[in-house]
């Protein structure tokens, strides 16, 4: 029954940035205790993790966008945000939030579109 938006998404020139912040429906103890992801598919290919932020906070991410892009929680734990810096174009894809784990993994919502290109 646990859903998630996401929002942040917009169109943007190579080397911009852009954040975007998921939320997500529920318990508040049900969204804090799991690990959570931000996942990317791009027009004509498949869904990718491109980062993940433990409930202790540790974070990972995809060799693509090491150093680019950054996953936190928000100060309230209600949300899970994702900076992302220095934008190029094959970043264009469409980004979910969901749960880390496949097992606990939530419907998945709309996304939002970002879109990088010159």
């Known amino acids: 029954q646990v859903q998630f938006v996401e929002s942040g998404g917009g169109s943007v020139q190579p080397g911009e940035s852009l954040r975007l912040s998921c939320t997500a429906s529920?318990?508040?103890?049900?969204?804090?205790?799991?690990?959570m992801a931000w996942y990317r598919q791009a027009p004509g290919k498949q869904r990718e993790l491109v980062a993940s932020v433990t409930t202790r906070g540790d974070t990972n991410y995809a060799d693509s966008v090491k150093g680019r892009f950054t996953i936190s929680r928000g100060n309230d734990k209600n949300t899970v945000t994702l900076q992302m810096n220095s934008l190029k174009p094959e970043d264009t894809a469409t980004y979910y939030c969901?749960?880390?784990?496949?097992?606990?993994?939530?419907?998945w919502g709309q996304g939002t579109q970002v879109t990088v290109s010159s």
């Open positions: 969901n749960r880390r784990n496949i097992r606990y993994l939530g419907s």
């Open positions: 529920g318990s508040i103890t049900g969204f804090v205790i799991y690990d």
